[in-house]
């Protein structure tokens, strides 16, 4: 579903900062579920993890 508006990104933008803002999102993301209070926190975090990949 959000493979054509990648393509776009990159196409646009260049590979560079379109892999580079996937890499910080997971890092934030996963980095995040550490200090997650419940149960849907995490999985919050880990939707935003998987949404970037």
């Known amino acids: 579903m959000l493979r054509p508006a990648g393509g ?12 580079l803002a996937g890499l910080v999102i997971v890092a934030f993301s996963t980095g995040a579920t550490a ?5 849907w926190q995490l999985v919050v975090f880990r939707g935003w993890a998987a949404s970037a990949r």
């Open 8 to 19: 776009r990104l990159i196409a646009r933008l260049g590979e560079r900062p379109i892999y």
């Open 35 to 39: 200090f997650a209070g419940s149960y």
